[in-house]
């Protein structure tokens, strides 16, 4: 297993619990790979990673159950989930549908407090492909992501997609650490913001198609999207 324990802990704010702040920690590894599908990981193995104890461990993977990200094994701990080729396109398909005429909605509509905000989540996940930060990376990027479609006012609508988020496996991700590919789809994000501010829907709504294809391509471990 491979969590970068120096800052799988510290991705939330001061007020975030121990179990929220492990909880996303591995979920970050299990949707980039680091904790492979199929392996079985116990509470105390990964208590002892992250030193901490057992209980907001448990407490966690029992959350990441409820989200189907692992499965309980009884006196044995919990195995990660699989996603198929074919059920990471449909989510794929799935989320473009939803999220680009969402965002493209936004456009020319964000306040300037909201897009500071966002911007600042944005600028988040620069620092994280360009620190090789994974777990950064990839909260950061849910975070954004997820409080543009909380903007667009349709709380069933960032519900189906964070559902969708938890079931995405990017195994290929991992390899990407420090690459240009991995830090050209964190500028994006500071792209569609532009976008957004300047009201280009039509443009906003079509990066915002490319950026989740990129789920597809080389964040999955493919040469095709």
């Known amino acids: 297993?491979?969590?970068?324990?120096?800052?799988?802990?510290?991705?939330?704010?001061?007020?975030?619990?121990?179990?929220?702040?492990?909880?996303?920690?591995?979920?970050?590894?299990?949707v980039s790979g680091q904790m492979p599908a199929g392996e079985v990981f116990s509470a105390p193995t990964l208590a002892a990673r992250f030193g901490v104890s057992a209980t907001p461990v448990r407490e966690a993977m029992l959350n990441l159950a409820k989200r189907g990200m692992v499965e309980i094994l009884?006196?044995?701990?919990?195995?990660?989930?699989?996603?198929?080729?074919?059920?990471l396109r449909a989510i794929v398909d799935v989320r473009?549908?939803?999220?680009?005429?969402?965002?493209?909605?936004?456009?020319?509509?964000?306040?300037?407090t909201d897009l500071a905000h966002l911007r600042g989540l944005a600028?988040?996940?620069?620092?994280?492909?360009?620190?090789?930060?994974?777990?950064?990376y990839?909260?950061?990027?849910?975070?954004?992501?997820l409080t543009l479609l909380k903007l667009a006012g349709n709380t069933r609508l960032h519900d189906i997609v964070a559902d969708l988020r938890a079931q995405t496996r990017l195994t290929g991700l991992a390899d990407l650490v420090a690459t240009e590919e991995l830090q050209a789809s964190a500028r994006e994000h500071l792209e569609m913001?532009?976008?957004?501010?300047?009201?280009?829907?039509?443009?906003?709504?079509?990066l915002m198609v490319r950026h989740i294809g990129h789920v597809l391509g080389w964040w999955s471990g493919h040469t095709e999207a």
């Open 193 to 206: 913001l532009d976008l957004l501010e300047a009201g280009s829907a039509d443009a906003c709504e079509d």
């Open 96 to 112: 473009q549908l939803l999220e680009a005429p969402a965002v493209r909605r936004l456009s020319g509509r964000l306040t300037p």
């Open 74 to 87: 009884r006196n044995k701990g919990f195995r990660v989930t699989a996603v198929s080729e074919d059920d």
């Open 1 to 30: 297993m491979a969590i970068e324990d120096s800052t799988s802990l510290g991705l939330l704010t001061p007020s975030t619990s121990l179990r929220e702040r492990v909880e996303e920690a591995i979920a970050a590894a299990i």
């Open 123 to 136: 600028e988040e996940i620069v620092r994280g492909a360009r620190d090789a930060d994974l777990a950064r």
């Open 138 to 145: 990839l909260q950061a990027d849910t975070t954004f992501h």
